[in-house]
């Protein structure tokens, strides 16, 4: 589950393309679903009415009306909750420099940046691409491995994996790596671990310093035998948040060029 933005084209809003039969039924929800129907009482009185044009609005017209798919000019991935959390936090840091992140940033699928804000949001964004300066994470690395396998922000934990069938949590954050059951019962925390594979979804973690472990039916990596480590770097800010910036930069400038707000999906 994550977050993407979209914004839709001014095909249809500036008669750009030929008007369906139900034009009259189609109205711009500028609080949430953008392009969408407005359909009055007689006819949602009318089932198979209701149907007909619900599906040929949805289905066909939408997918196939213009040269967007969807009607929308950009409709781009952001990212997972947790690096949706991620931001939000490191925006809600720095309010004051970025405070239409931080009133807009979703919490949850739905909403929209007014179109007005959208230059607002464009001049944020760009000031935290442009930005030198570093902070510090905490970052879990397979030994011997130059990319991480997660990382999150001091005095911040990152849940990275679920499972299921039973369930556990594998986080990340001050303390280390860290696994909780579903009754939020720690069972493993570590800086400096072993993790090996004793047959189909069967791991053993062992932390490196006192030898303690833990077994579970999934592992972090799908390998024999696999060593660990929890540190802390530092990294350039522009850089940590290129992956959401940069999406986020082009459906501000869509919003700006179509006057047409960003919504959150």
Not at 92 to 107: R, V
């Amino acid at each position: 589950m994550g977050y993407n933005a979209f914004v839709h084209c001014r095909c249809f809003q500036d008669g750009k393309i030929p008007r369906p039969y139900f034009a009259d039924y189609i109205c711009y929800d500028y609080d949430e679903d953008g392009l969408t129907l407005c359909l009055p009482n007689d006819i949602k009185n009318n089932k198979d009415k209701v149907i007909k044009i619900e599906n040929d609005f949805y289905y066909d017209w939408l997918e196939n009306g213009c040269e967007h798919r969807g009607m929308y000019l950009v409709n781009e991935w952001i990212g997972n909750i947790s690096a949706m959390s991620e931001f939000r936090q490191f925006v809600a840091n720095h309010s004051n420099i970025y405070p239409t992140l931080h009133q807009y940033l979703p919490t949850v699928n739905g909403g929209t940046v007014p179109a007005h804000l959208a230059k607002n949001l464009l001049q944020e964004l760009t000031h935290i691409q442009n930005r030198k300066d570093t902070s510090e994470k905490i970052v879990l690395k397979e030994v011997g491995k130059d990319d991480y396998i997660t990382h999150t922000h001091i005095n911040t934990q990152t849940l990275f994996i679920l499972t299921s069938k039973p369930t556990y949590y594998f986080y990340l954050g001050n303390r280390g790596f860290f696994i909780g059951d579903s009754q939020d019962y720690l069972v493993f925390e570590s800086l400096h671990f072993y993790q090996e594979k004793l047959g189909n979804n069967q791991f053993i973690f062992t932390d490196i310093k006192t030898g303690k472990n833990f077994h579970c039916h999934y592992g972090i990596v799908d390998k024999s035998k696999s060593e660990f480590i929890v540190n802390k770097e530092q990294v350039l800010i522009s850089e940590d948040f290129t992956y959401i910036v940069t999406p986020l930069i082009k459906v501000a400038k869509a919003s700006i060029e179509t006057g047409n707000p960003i919504h959150w999906g």
